[in-house]
């Protein structure tokens, strides 16, 4: 996949009409509909403001939930409100996606405004990516600028659709993500080290995969570790484990050793005797959990291990935590890589999700080169697939 593409400096803009895909799929307050974070809101303003300043006249969409066709619950009006007091200006909003409503706004819309049209899954056509939908969002405008990388492997109307209706450049966002994911992927600065931790090696198996073709050191914890384990005839005790990927882990471990890949697995772990913050605990050596305790931490050995195999690095992705962060009594693995990551000078790219979660929770976000904004995509990106709403862009 080309990871080359168009950015919206790459356009004149000045004039035009731009249909801008963004992520504001923000979290509300279930009961007063108030929005709890606005992170995502103020990550789309660069190029919103960079449009504005250029003479685009800016009509923004996104959706919002899973909501079955119209539903008041998921309307995008408070986002245009917040969205309005972030940019000093109003918002106008549409009381639809490409009806009547939205066609009447988008028509008188001067440069340097702003629209955003209600919900794009209020309508049906959109997570079908359905040609009718799309058609009309994209008559609204000349340009369409894709800014919501957390969407972007989905084949919707309003990702990728659209696309095929106007020309379409990249945002500031996913101009960021393309720079530091694609170029992890397909030009690292080596040696090349992939973290990789979560629960389950089911979710992650097509990054294994991709990335033992590329990566120079793997290193795997979290709960996926005690399947390694397991398949290396270790004692789990009741951790986490995929009775069915056993022999795939072997084919991993083979292929690495196959290819002259470092393949790093705990060689100690922290036990507890339940799944809870205050459960009691005990570091075992690898494959000796006793029956009644799991895994819920990488030991300190491995910690050792994991930090040094960083230090060295040229490039670095993480994805998926060591252990089960959420409790500080199992949180040392993954704050320790961490730390070590915040003192490399290795390019630290973060790939969404939980490891985002935790960087952030645990105070290393600034340290870091680069967080990706989407946890699905970035997973996709990782195994190599093409993504729809990247696939859509102008190359370069």
Not at 74 to 101: C, H, N, Q, S, Y
Request: proline content about 4%; some cysteine.
């Amino acid at each position: 996949m080309n990871y080359n593409k168009k950015t919206v400096k790459d356009v004149d803009v000045k004039g035009k009409k731009v249909l801008l895909r963004c992520d504001f799929n923000v979290p509300q307050d279930k009961v007063t509909g108030e929005i709890t974070s606005d992170k995502r809101i103020k990550a789309a303003l660069p190029t919103i403001q960079y449009l504005l300043d250029n003479g685009a006249a800016v009509i923004a969409c996104s959706h919002l939930g899973k909501p079955k066709g119209v539903d008041p619950k998921f309307t995008l009006a408070p986002v245009a409100v917040r969205l309005g007091e972030l940019l000093g200006k109003d918002v106008i909003m549409a009381k639809d996606v490409a009806g009547d409503d939205a066609k009447a706004k988008a028509a008188a819309l001067q440069p340097g405004q702003i629209m955003l049209l209600e919900n794009t899954r209020f309508e049906k056509g959109e997570t079908k990516n359905d040609p009718e939908l799309a058609k009309a969002m994209a008559s609204m405008a000349d340009l369409f600028v894709s800014d919501a990388f957390g969407s972007v492997h989905r084949a919707h109307a309003s990702t990728a659709g659209v696309a095929d209706y106007l020309p379409a450049v990249s945002g500031f966002l996913i101009q960021k993500e393309l720079q530091f994911l694609g170029g992890a992927i397909s030009n690292p600065k080596r040696p090349l080290v992939a973290i990789l931790g979560g629960s389950k090696v089911s979710s992650k198996i097509g990054v294994i995969n991709n990335l033992l073709e590329i990566a120079d050191t793997i290193i795997i914890g979290g709960g996926m570790s005690y399947t390694f384990s397991a398949a290396r005839g270790g004692k789990v005790g009741d951790s986490l484990l995929e009775k069915d990927w056993l022999d795939y882990s072997n084919d991993m471990m083979k292929k690495a050793a196959d290819k002259g890949v470092k393949f790093l697995l705990p060689v100690d772990t922290v036990a507890a005797d339940k799944y809870a913050p205050d459960a009691n605990s005990q570091v075992v050596r690898d494959g000796e959990i006793p029956d009644g305790w799991m895994g819920l931490d990488i030991g300190p050995e491995t910690i050792k291990l994991y930090c040094d195999a960083v230090a060295g690095a040229g490039t670095v992705i993480w994805n998926g935590p060591m252990g089960v962060f959420e409790f500080p009594a199992f949180a040392k693995g993954t704050e320790a890589v961490a730390d070590a990551l915040s003192k490399t000078s290795a390019i630290t790219v973060i790939g969404g999700g939980d490891s985002a979660a935790a960087v952030e929770q645990l105070g290393y976000a600034d340290k870091m080169t680069h967080i990706s904004t989407g946890g699905g995509a970035s997973l996709e990106f990782l195994e190599g697939k093409e993504l729809p709403g990247v696939a859509c862009l102008l190359d370069a």
